[in-house]
């Protein structure tokens, strides 16, 4: 068994023992590795330090070995577990360390600490497909008017390229992702169940669909019961993995806007859609916007949203912040188009290529590059160069 | 024997029907009575037909003559059935057997002198004839050239009522039709004329390797109609099915040269603004006759000065650029004209239109946005390629030493990307990237790579390029990696296509 391999049971077996998010046992894997902490608390047993987090009986059977057979049937089942040291673990779920109040009463508040692993199912790489993604959630018990909103921004968002990642429960979730899915869109569902348990049952074909062209993910190995509380927890995962959570509607003591306050503590955003004010199912999401205190922004469509969470910079490329010469990376190509831009008159690109003496169709493809990576600007009339990096240069050079 | 059946073919929209034509001669007050649904040109059929054949010298049979074309349902129209007319009444009348023009459609009209003169639409009408099971046509000495394009029948010629005569009684021979010439199309314009416009050309070549529609918008001068002419000769030539389908609507139309030969290039239709909206999707009275529009078919419909036509005329752009077919429905039935078109508009930024090099126009932003204004809207939504032509600079003349490459060397880059793009999708049907719904592309089998996007995301996200400008994008990826040679888009491939749609009218 590699090392890897290693790692993964480990992570697999512990998260067996404890509820997800443990923040005790989640630190000890953190400090010593999970591979040692899963041996202290077999060897020790009761005497363990991180004994008191776990609940489930040491006793009974070997955690590896049931870990090593869970893995055995997820690849019958063609899913897989991705755990943090893995390429495609998204970064965006060790936010999670930064939020939690240890001294909470409530195991829920107490213990938001990032997965030990995940389980998921469907071909898309974990990091990529939540690169540029949104969550979308609400109540189970919507309206027609909360429906059409969902599937809209669900189908408007996956239009725009953004995943939609939601909770595939009834109502809101379930229009969020068929919205996604109809736009051929990238759609992830975060369960509080098994990847493998379809809950609710009646939004099997659904999760089908999901595991064919989005993800359906989870921190509950397979076969997992939906408990109630379980929901509670998996929140803080959609609050992590997404850029913002929009609440599309939600009652006044809506698990959505548990999510919605995950994300305000990770520094998302927070984004509710307004509803009529005599429906009920509304009340959850006025009450957000009333309250000032919280930074949430009263969205009413796809362009706010993504005006919001695709703001400038956001997820470009990483601009080259070299104090020295930002220009040394460029190719040849792309240091004589750059050479060629003016200050304040913009050239087409086939002006820039005539300037350049380069293909115009060479031009085409490297100007909107340089845009990206902040060298050039976009204006109606063509590209001008963009000062910044200019003056970076002259005064490094000169 | 006082009645006899002989065959001819007439034409329905765009097809053709084999139709036949009996005679019989009864006692009575000597008329002529002419049944089975004929238009005005028909009726007349009964005074040219009387004269043609005394002039021919043969007796007109003066008793009362019924002539019946069958199917008698069938509307029929035009002038070539006269000479099947003819032959039935005088071989009712018993002056000569019909045995030499069994298993024979003949198909002609006749002049007052028994001359007989070429008419429109004989292609359509031999092809069929021939799938009836015809052994032979006898057509106009004229049309002779056009009907020996069909295959699998025997075709002769005459050109006067009396050599028809005389090859039934078998005193005189048919003619035989010319041989084949030689294709004779005179090369049509070179893309090695443009000079610069490096940008239009490589719209132009991912238009015709995606069978994507272009619109180009810039000032007079800068080339839009230079470039545009030049789109058919990178264009693969029609196969033989679309050259025949091609060759009979300009048959039909009545636009084919006399002794034309197959047409093989993509034809080239440009109807000038002011067009009409029967001039430009078919019509006239009666049936309807195939417009611009379907002369284009297979190849490419160039509107200059685009908002200058009336709004009704582009929007019924609308329903051939969905389907590839335009139905026009009128009292006497529905015909409907194949008009798979490639759509290439063009238009000068604003109605001043001052040429390149003169003072900046004085137009207000809000007269210019109501003048393209005018475009946009479903018509637009199907362009994939906008671009905006900015006029030739000194620098780009200055380039011209560098030579320009000619239609031929790009049109074997887009014969092998087009040959690429229909392999890929042939799974489901899609003929060509153009066809591509957008939803496909984002689905996960042919989505691009996140690296690949960033440059067209960045568009998304600040508004400069919509939801479906997207889609365009993606799709015009495709064919700038298929010219490319490449499997999947690049990230380069994207951003240019990005470009492709800088002068996008509406985002």
Known sequence: MSELDEIRVARLALSWLAEPGNRALCRRVADLGPVLVLDELLRNGRAARTRQAVGADLDEADPRRLAEAALARAQRLDARVVIPEDDEWPASLNDLWRIGDESAKDPVDRDTAPPLCVWVRGGWRLDEALDRSVAVVGARAATSYGTQVAREIGYGLASRDWTVVSGGAYGIDGFAHRGALAAGGITVAVLACGVDRPYPASHASLFDRIAEDGLLISEWPLGADPFRHRFLIRNRVIAAITKGTVVVEAGPRSGSLQTLRRAGQLHRHRMVVPGPVTSAMSVGCHEQLRNRDEHTTLVTGVPHIVELVGAIGHDLAPVPRGPEHPRDGLAATERRLLEALLKRKPLSSEEVAVRARVPVSDAMRILPELVVRGFAKRREHGFILALHTDATTRSASG | ?507
Request: proline letters at 9%; glycine letters at 10%; one cysteine or more.
């Open chain 2, 1 to 507: 024997m006082s009645y006899a059946k002989v065959r001819s073919a007439g034409l329905v929209g765009v097809r053709g029907h084999l139709v036949e034509v009996e005679a019989d001669i009864a006692n009575g007050l000597p008329m002529m009575v002419l049944s089975g649904l004929p238009d005005t040109a028909l009726h007349e059929a009964r005074d040219r037909v009387r004269a043609a054949i005394v002039n021919a010298g043969q007796r007109w049979p003066n008793r009362r003559i019924t002539v019946n074309l069958l199917p008698a349902a069938l509307p029929k129209q035009g002038s070539g059935f006269d000479l099947a007319i003819a032959c039935a009444v005088l071989a009712g009348a018993g002056e000569f057997p019909l045995a030499a023009l069994d298993n024979t459609a003949i198909i002609g009209e006749l002049g007052l002198d028994g001359s007989v003169r070429p008419v429109r639409g004989v292609l359509p009408m031999v092809v069929a004839a021939a799938r009836a099971g015809v052994r032979q046509v006898v057509v106009p000495s004229e049309n002779a050239a056009e009907a020996a394009l069909v295959p699998g029948l025997r075709v002769r010629a005459t050109d006067s009522l009396r050599r028809l005569v005389g090859f039934v009684r078998g005193t005189e021979s048919l003619l035989d039709p010319p041989p084949p010439s030689v294709p004779a199309e005179p090369p049509g314009p070179d893309l090695a004329d443009v000079v610069g416009q490096g940008v239009g050309r490589v719209a132009l070549e991912v238009a015709a390797a995606g069978n994507h529609h272009l619109a180009m918008i810039g000032p007079p001068g800068a080339g839009k109609t230079m470039l545009a002419q030049r789109l058919p000769s990178i264009l693969p030539e029609l196969d033989d099915e679309a050259a025949l389908e091609v060759t009979a609507l300009h048959s039909i139309a009545g636009v084919l040269a006399p002794g034309a030969p197959l047409l093989r290039r993509p034809p080239f239709q440009a109807p000038h603004h002011t067009a009409s909206m029967p001039a430009l999707v078919g019509g006239g009275s009666g049936l309807a006759r195939p417009g611009a529009l379907s002369l284009a078919h297979r190849g490419v419909l160039f509107l200059d000065e685009a908002p200058e036509f009336s709004p009704r005329v582009l929007d019924a752009l609308r329903q051939p650029l969905e389907q590839g077919v335009i139905s026009i429905r009128r009292a006497g039935g529905d015909t409907t004209f194949p008009a798979r078109i490639q759509l290439v508009l063009a238009a000068n930024p604003c109605r001043c239109a001052k040429p390149s090099g003169e003072p900046v126009c004085i137009c207000t932003p809000l007269a210019r946005h109501r003048y393209l204004g005018r475009l946009s809207g479903p018509l637009l939504d199907r362009v994939d390629i906008q671009i905006r032509l900015e006029p030739l600079t000194t620098a780009a003349l200055l380039d011209a030493h560098a030579v320009s490459e000619p239609s031929a060397v790009v049109a074997d880059r887009v014969a092998k990307a087009r040959a690429a793009a229909a392999a890929r999708w042939s799974a489901h049907g899609w003929r060509s990237n153009a066809e591509v719904p957008g939803s496909a592309l984002r689905s996960p089998r042919w989505r691009l790579p996140r690296a690949a996007l960033s440059s067209v995301r960045k568009l998304l996200d600040e508004g400069e390029l919509s939801a479906r400008g997207y889609d365009r994008v993606l799709r015009l990826a495709w064919t700038i990696a298929d010219l490319a040679g490449r499997t999947r888009p690049t990230a380069g491939d994207v951003s240019q296509a990005s470009e492709l749609r800088r002068g996008a009218v509406a985002p």
